[in-house]
């Protein structure tokens, strides 16, 4: 087996998804979903239920009156919401684990990928793009990939760290030059092995490359810059550093100015916060220790 | 010997000699850290943009977030601490960019500009600096000495 092999050939033992997540994400096919047809799913899991119950009740919403039941919690949260809570909850464990090639800790690449997620959605916001949840969800699973990426970096991390500045390439075509694969495809073939909607597919495979899509549409260009930002900003940074290249195309086609970038910039910190603190305190006994 | 971990937005002053003061993962941000060597009193901020008026509400809740009015408040906290504005010296680190970036990403630079501006308004030099590039640096300073050090897949530097 030559290296590309070895490392696609970990894809198919890579640990599952609780099945509630998937039931999520299919619900991405639909872009008339309703908070409804959210509801129906996360009601049957007690404990994602308690979750989203205290999520409508933090202080972050600012209101007086507690929420009772799980659809008083969705009509006051609004379908995207309930969405992004439900799905951060049952994936945390997935993301929250080390990755030794890249040099990150289990918080550096959970807080990387909630960051890229809610940054992400809020300039979807911004820029009033209609996504009921594919543009953070595409940022929240964006980086997947390089936790079965992380063993070879290890053995190569030097190769492909000449081969930046050398070639002046961005990490990921070092990657992809030294090892044969890169962590977007890799990311794209646990996605694929999953079962998730091709449009989420196509947010990891091409958020470093959004021009190799065979269709482009905006959740990819969202995901991408949205990551950009998110290192730029420090956002659970590895060794890999900034060594990337955001994309001028997806500037002018999300039409991005300094004043959105700037605004979505400071509207993230405080959100990481609140979200990062929701999600932490009480995650999804479905999701907590079942493959760790 | 206590570590004090400056996140993002956030701002500490300290004239405890055992407290070593540190920021991690400085892309675009940049961080100062400044210190009064005769009364050791020492501070450091890690802001994340260089105006406020982009989001008021949000400066007014957290205004270490920016360098307008960030970098003022710990300049104030840091003399009502006992330091002195003639002997405070700044060092700062932070301020990068992407590869080959588009002007809408200018963060880092805007950052820096900033502050300069804001330092030479206030009769205040930079000591020393490690900014721009496309690195990610972590600040530390060890407030018995201020020594101060930047790290980066470059190594480890004295600024």
Redesign the interface.
């Known amino acids: 087996m030559n290296m590309k092999e070895q490392i696609v050939s970990k894809v198919s033992s890579f640990p599952t998804l609780p099945a509630m997540a998937g039931k999520l994400l299919n619900l991405l096919n639909d872009p008339d979903v309703t908070g409804s047809d959210i509801g129906k799913v996360v009601q049957y899991d007690p404990a994602l239920t308690a979750n989203l119950m205290k999520a409508a009740n933090s202080a972050y919403l600012g209101v007086a009156t507690q929420v009772n039941s799980i659809n008083e919690a969705i009509f006051r949260l609004g379908s995207k919401w309930i969405f992004q809570i439900a799905v951060s909850s049952l994936i945390y464990s997935n993301l929250r684990r080390p990755v030794s090639g890249y040099d990150l800790s289990g918080e550096d690449l959970w807080r990387h990928s909630i960051a890229v997620g809610l940054m992400a959605d809020i300039l979807n916001r911004e820029l009033k793009i209609k996504d009921v949840g594919l543009a953070f969800t595409g940022g929240l699973l964006h980086d997947m990939g390089k936790i079965i990426m992380g063993e070879f970096i290890d053995d190569k991390f030097e190769e492909i760290e000449n081969t930046v500045h050398d070639q002046k390439l961005s990490f990921e075509q070092a990657e992809e030059k030294i090892l044969g694969v890169d962590h977007p495809e890799i990311g794209a073939l646990i996605a694929e092995n999953w079962k998730f909607p091709a449009p989420l597919v196509d947010c990891i495979r091409y958020h470093h490359d959004p021009e190799a899509a065979p269709e482009i549409h905006q959740s990819i260009d969202l995901v991408h810059i949205a990551d950009a930002l998110c290192l730029m900003q420090g956002y659970g940074v590895g060794r890999d550093g900034i060594n990337y290249k955001p994309n001028s195309n997806s500037v002018d086609r999300l039409k991005l100015t300094t004043t959105i970038i700037e605004k979505a910039t400071s509207q993230l910190n405080t959100s990481l916060e609140e979200v990062d603190n929701l999600i932490k305190e009480s995650p999804a006994p479905e999701a907590v220790g079942r493959f760790s | 010997m206590s570590l004090v971990v400056l996140g993002?937005?956030d701002l500490q002053v300290s004239k405890n000699p055992d407290d070593i003061l540190i920021t991690?993962?400085?892309?675009?941000?940049i961080g100062i850290a400044a210190y009064d060597p005769e009364t050791k009193v020492g501070g450091m901020i890690h802001y994340?943009?260089p105006l406020s008026k982009?989001?008021p509400d949000?400066a007014a809740?957290?205004p270490g977030?920016f360098a307008d009015t960030g970098v003022p408040i710990l300049l104030k906290k840091l003399f009502a601490m006992g330091a002195s504005k003639d002997r405070l010296v700044l060092k700062v680190a932070g301020g990068?960019?992407?590869?080959?970036?588009?002007?809408?990403?200018?963060?880092?630079e805007r950052n820096y500009l900033v502050l300069r501006k804001i330092l030479w308004k206030n009769n205040l030099l930079i000591k020393s600096e490690d900014v721009g590039g496309?690195?990610?640096r972590t600040l530390r300073m060890e407030l018995d000495s201020g020594l101060t050090t930047v790290k980066?897949?470059q190594g480890v530097r004295e600024l």
């Open positions: 993002i937005s991690y993962s400085l892309g675009s941000c994340m943009l982009i989001s949000k809740k957290k977030m990068s960019h992407l590869m080959d970036q588009n002007k809408v990403f200018n963060i880092g496309n690195l990610s980066s897949s």
